[in-house]
């Protein structure tokens, strides 16, 4: 104890005094006879280390991540945002009758015009979460212990890919959306939007993985790809108007009217369908409702750096041949310059036709999302299998501090990627991307859009027509039961199981496409993705729907276009379905339902029979479900 009523000296104490005095030797003292090699060594030891960085002897912040924008930019009405009441251009029915008269016929002077015609614009951040009459998200993890599905909804920095827009909309100055013009992205181009569902399996490393980073990986592969937009050349096809005004509510109004009204409708069956039949045998009167793949459109050349593409795909190939080997000792992917002349196939951009160049030269969007695919899960299996054995490895603290990189990307650390363990499971992955060759938003009845659809397991995503009502799937499922997939893995896979259930397997697992599951990489389980181009004209279809197969495992794809057409707005059509899913499922799996608003939806329940062809088999297999409960009861 210190004298004189003061503070005990510590243990503490003992080693910061220690500590300064062996510091000030060190930098003092010298004599040889004083250990400075022990007190080097003792000051490293106990001197505060600084965050682990990749360089040795310079600090260095890693730069900050771009956050998602789950929110897109549109122009609104200043006076809708804040109505001035106070103005002298207020409205008509303001003031008294006795005020008002009625512009004589043969007046030369025209009658004034509505304040919305011509007013300041306000640009403002719409989230989708919030705009339930556009976008809705429903998700349940079932009777499982926890989720292992994600999604992800927003606006990417990519270039356009919609074709040129035709010229009633390109050249008419008063042909601006009544419910507000989109903004733009960086590139000056429209917005780009994209949605994602992702299904894991072993665990939601992977799933979560790709809802982090997926978008990052394609933004960066067009950004390397250096693509350039398809609407160059025409204007960006972006409306003429007049700065800062908003115009044409009564136009736009037309056109979306006249797009939804040309539509023509039809009540005849146009779908296949086949009888459920009861555990006996016998009919239970409902249909199985089933609707052909939409076979997709080719695809739109655009200008690109073919020389620099052919390089990085070479990389790419490279690399996975050297990690795994197996299948991927002859993997070509269909939608790479460096094996196939796709470009062919393709339609010639406005952009490409402006340089001038032939579409040899050029690239599609299909490449540069076939190559971020890959490349992401390159990463991914990379990182699992570099974790390996690092507890046994002695050398490790040998090796460079930037030893982690992937690919040599400072922002890519093995550690950060599927979790500080190695991660064997995996996740499939439906993703689509939404282009429009104007500022109109996607979803205004009288607007062309193209939309890219890239789709790797057994999630899915359906499109309605307004015209019959149907569900199109754009996606199949790809399982050892499919032909194509059969063909593509049987040189390479051992067995093909098929499990209690009926359902056929390849080394245990359902699906033949994937993103990490690493133990199966060499059989063929690629993220290699089935892309489908889809050209969406004005009001042709009525809404996108993105499931996973918690949904589809358990109702077919026209219960759930027909579940969405009885909602009033997609948020509550998403949480129908998940809700409809979970109730008649047998086995409880996650679900995850996703609902887009498109041109045709105030026409939804028009084509074909309405949501009226599948309501028996629906009701009967929710009559099941709750029979079966009763017995367990």
């Known amino acids: 104890m210190a004298q004189g009523g003061g503070m005990a000296w510590t243990l503490a104490d003992s080693y910061g005094s220690y500590y300064t005095i062996c510091r000030h030797l060190a930098v003092t003292i010298t004599d040889p006879v004083f250990p400075t090699g022990f007190i080097s060594t003792f000051i490293r030891q106990t001197r505060p280390q600084k965050s682990r960085t990749h360089l040795k002897d310079q600090w260095r912040p890693r730069p900050p991540r771009r956050q998602f924008h789950d929110y897109f930019v549109t122009h609104l009405p200043s006076s809708s945002l804040h109505p001035d009441s106070k103005s002298a251009s207020g409205l008509a029915h303001k003031f008294p009758r006795k005020d008002s008269q009625p512009v004589p016929q043969s007046s030369k002077v025209s009658p004034a015009a509505h304040p919305s015609i011509s007013r300041e614009t306000t640009v403002v951040r719409i989230p989708l979460r919030s705009a339930k009459h556009h976008f809705g998200v429903s998700v349940s993890r079932g009777s499982r212990p926890y989720n292992e599905d994600s999604h992800q ?9 919609a074709k040129k ?57 067009a950004a390397d790809f250096e693509m350039q937009s398809s609407l160059h050349g025409t204007d960006n096809g972006k409306v003429k108007r007049a700065p800062g005004k908003y115009e044409g509510d009564t136009e736009d109004l037309k056109r979306s009217k006249a797009a939804l009204d040309s539509i023509e409708t039809t009540h005849e069956n146009e779908i296949s369908t ?41 990389s790419l190939v490279t690399s996975w041949r050297e990690l795994v080997g197996g299948y991927f000792r002859r993997f070509k992917p269909a939608y790479f310059s460096l094996y196939s002349g796709y470009q062919a196939l393709g339609e010639e951009s406005a952009s490409l036709g402006a340089s001038g160049k032939e579409t040899s030269v050029g690239a599609a969007i299909e490449e540069v999302v076939t190559y971020a695919f890959l490349k992401s899960d390159y990463d991914f299996v990379s990182a699992q299998a570099h974790k390996q054995g690092e507890r046994l490895d002695m050398t490790r603290a040998e090796r460079p501090l930037n030893n982690d990189d992937i690919l040599g990307e400072p922002s890519l650390v093995a550690g950060q990627i599927g979790g500080p363990k190695r991660f064997t499971g995996g996740s499939t992955c439906s993703v689509a991307i939404v282009s429009t060759p104007t500022a109109t938003p996607f979803w205004n009845p009288a607007t062309p859009s193209s939309m890219l659809v890239a789709h790797v397991g057994d999630t899915r995503i359906i499109l309605c027509s307004t015209a019959t009502g149907a569900g199109i799937p754009i996606t199949t499922n790809h399982h050892p039961s499919s032909p194509m997939e059969s063909d593509r893995l049987r040189r390479y896979a051992a067995t093909f199981v098929t499990d209690s259930f009926g359902e056929e397997r390849i080394s245990g697992l359902a699906n033949t496409r994937a993103f990490g599951d690493i133990a199966s990489k060499r059989i063929g389980v690629s993220a290699e993705p089935e892309i489908k181009r889809v050209e969406l004209g004005p009001a042709e279809y009525s809404f996108l729907v993105l499931i996973s197969d918690g949904v589809s495992g358990t109702i077919n794809d026209q219960e759930v276009v027909d579940i969405v057409k009885e909602a009033k707005t997609p948020e509550q059509g998403a949480r129908d379905v998940v809700s409809f899913a ?20 105030e026409r939804r329940q028009e084509g074909g029979v309405g949501s009226m062809g599948t309501k028996e088999s629906r009701q009967w297999k929710r009559d099941s479900a709750n029979e079966s409960r009763g017995r367990r009861q």
């Open 274 to 314: 086949t009888r459920l039949s009861s555990d006996d045998g016998r009919s239970r009167g409902a249909k199985d409702v089933y609707h052909p793949p939409y076979p997709g459109d080719p695809p739109l050349i655009q200008a690109a750096n073919k020389e620099k593409i052919k390089c990085m795909e070479k």
């Open 582 to 601: 979970t109730e008649v499922s047998a086995e409880g799996d996650n679900a995850t339902c996703i609902v887009i608003r498109l041109g045709g939806w």
């Open 153 to 161: 909804a927003g606006v990417i920095e990519l270039p356009a890919f």
């Open 165 to 221: 827009a035709p010229p009633s909309i390109t050249k008419n100055p008063r042909a601006s959306t009544g419910e507000g013009t989109g903004g733009e992205g960086a590139n000056g181009d429209p917005q780009v939007f994209y949605f994602g569902v992702f299904d894991g399996h072993g665990g939601a490393e992977c799933s979560g993985y790709l809802r982090e980073r997926l978008h990052e990986y394609i933004e960066k592969s």
